[in-house]
């Protein structure tokens, strides 16, 4: 398969956090985690924006180089996802990730910020595939159904878009081209070490 | 009192207009061609927004406040030190000081007692300062393993012992890190309260320095209680271990007055430092243990060597040997009871 990504048009955002409540929902994600969230920026005033933002599946994912039990693992898509069973807790995926994406169930102190959680593109973790045991630990693994993840697919203005990085590029460039402008696709360059030129 | 002059009003009636006129394409800019407001005239690109400022920030609807920042690249950055920097500044300076201290072994040797032993013991450190030293000490080394695990064990370790034994190992390291750091805190406050009086710098320092610091067997290097490169120990254990504590303390209550930036600068201070430090600390030991003969006694029974004394504390001998005179003499005198 392909390389797929996540790109937010962040002018068709309506900060609706649609996207938040069907992860939450689709994952059964703990109480004070959120795998995704929405940032707005300049709020309230003109140029207001609204950003979908969760973990962008980095290419030389930040998160797994600093990892000092390495517990993290890329997908033939290109799905960055991590063990549970590995992870020591430690904090450090936070401090790498320019997105802020890893979570942990608890405040932290003394090390005790439990096992680190994150998006994981809907494609669940290490273990068997859509097993109860994968659910409990990582949510859904839509990825193996066939199915994009939750957040884009429902996304009410398709402002979220997921899928092959080559063909939401294409969409996001065409969108650009026909209504005249477009505030660029957020994160990208930080995130693939390329950007979308329209 | 007469009224303004009517042509002073209409000049500035007049400028009024002309400013509202200077005003009106500004308006026209944010207009599209259709009249409707163009929704991108206030837009700031992502691109603008990182040359402002290091991260991107906005509000957020999630309690979890620390997540409104949306975009923080010097993630990127930190995650360069941790792997590349770090690795070769600690293999560099670690590896580097045991390769240094196996080299002056085998060129100098062990620092012998010359003149041998002569039997007569001296009383060094007392019990209690043995016991804070030590506390320092295994605190140190315990955190010093535990520490260098966090970066080094995935390279050394985790080859050998497979990612789960490896895990739960990192994961026992990591709370034994946090809770040992207590008992560093308090050795090192005791040391610094019991011994800073002993480490201030004194003339005697230059010349021991002067002398080639005990090193050079033809030349003898004076010296106080501490010689001056025990003080240069002391007050880098001092400095290093205030910076460490400071830094731990910050990543072990994470996000208390402290951003992601904060983190990130706190993580990089304190691996630096402790890396600096285990260096250090190395030579330490080594010089205490292997590298010389008659040091270690001082710290094991707490006594020591009089001819040790002689060659490498002679003033700090001098004083005890007279206080003992005094005290012998006083005690002489004041055989009878005592009013």
Redesign the interface.
């Known amino acids: 398969m392909a390389r797929v990504k996540f790109l937010c048009d962040a ?1 068709r955002c309506i900060e609706c ?1 649609a996207c ?1 409540t069907a992860c939450k929902n689709e994952h059964e994600v703990p109480w ?1 985690i ?1 795998r995704r ?7 309230g ?3 207001e ?3 979908s ?1 969760a973990c962008m599946h980095c290419t030389d994912a ?1 998160c797994a ?7 993290f693992y890329t997908t033939a898509d290109g799905v960055v996802l991590h063990s549970k ?8 995926c ?7 994406a890893p979570q942990y169930p608890k405040v ?4 005790s ?1 439990g096992k680190m959680d994150k998006c994981t593109y809907c494609a669940g973790g290490p273990e068997a595939d859509s097993t109860p045991a994968e659910y409990a630990k990582y949510g859904a693994n839509r990825l193996a159904e066939g199915k994009l993840p939750i957040c884009a697919e429902m996304c009410s203005t398709k402002s979220l878009l997921a899928g092959d990085g080559a063909i939401i590029a294409e969409i996001y460039k065409e969108r650009v081209m026909k209504r005249g ?4 696709a ?2 990208w ?2 995130a693939y070490h390329e950007g979308i030129a329209v | 009192m007469t009224m303004c002059p009517a042509y002073i009003r209409y000049i500035i009636i007049a400028l009024a207009f002309l400013t509202m006129t200077a005003a009106m394409p500004v308006f026209a800019q944010e207009l599209g061609p259709d009249g409707a407001p ?10 603008k ?1 990182l040359q402002q400022l290091p991260r ?9 406040q ?11 950055l ?2 360069h030190f ?2 590349v920097t770090l690795h070769w500044l600690g293999a560099i300076v670690i590896l580097g000081m045991i390769a240094a201290l196996g080299a002056a072994y085998l060129i100098m040797g062990r620092i012998r007692i010359s003149k041998g032993r002569s039997g007569q013991r001296v009383l060094r450190f007392n019990s209690f300062e043995r016991f804070s030293h030590w506390l320092t000490a295994i605190s140190f080394v315990v955190l010093g393993l535990t520490g260098l ?3 080094f ?2 390279l050394v370790l ?1 080859p050998v012992i497979g ?2 034994s ?2 739960s190992v ?2 026992y390291a ?2 034994v ?3 040992v750091s207590g008992a560093f805190v308090i050795g090192l406050a005791l040391i610094v309260v019991l011994w800073i009086r002993d480490n201030l710098p004194r003339k005697v320092d230059i010349d021991w320095i002067k002398q080639g610091g005990g090193f050079i067997k033809s030349k003898h290097a004076p010296s106080g209680r501490f010689n001056a490169g025990e003080k240069l120990v002391f007050w880098f254990a001092l400095g290093a271990g205030a910076a460490v504590i400071v830094s731990g303390y910050l990543l ?3 996000f208390y007055g402290t951003n ?1 930036a904060g ?2 600068i706190a ?1 990089v201070v304190h691996a630096v430092i402790a890396v600096l430090f285990v260096a250090v600390i190395i030579a330490h030991i080594y010089i205490g243990t292997l590298g010389m003969e008659g040091a270690f006694e001082a710290m094991a029974t707490g006594e020591v060597d009089l001819n040790w004394a002689k060659e490498h504390h002679d003033r700090w001998l001098e004083e005890q040997l007279s206080r003992k005179r005094l005290a012998a003499r006083s005690g002489q005198t004041t055989a009878a009871p005592a009013e």
Not at chain 2, 38 to 47: H, L, Q, R, Y
Not at chain 2, 66 to 76: S, T
């Open positions: 002018d956090n938040v004070g959120n969230r929405v940032v707005t920026i300049n709020d005033k003109p140029g924006r609204s950003v933002m930040p180089a600093v990892c000092p039990v390495s517990c069973d590995l992870c020591i807790g430690c904090g450090y936070f401090y790498a990730c320019p997105f802020g932290g102190n003394f090390g910020r402008y477009g505030s660029g957020w994160g360059t930080t | 163009n929704p991108t005239a206030s837009v700031e690109s992502e691109s927004l991107i920030e906005g509000r957020i609807d999630i309690p979890n620390r997540e409104h920042v949306l975009q923080q690249p010097a993630g990127r930190w995650d941790h792997e695990n966090i970066t064990g995935k985790l990612p789960e490896f895990s990192a994961q990591k709370y890190h946090n809770y072990i209550f994470p992601i983190m990130q993580q």
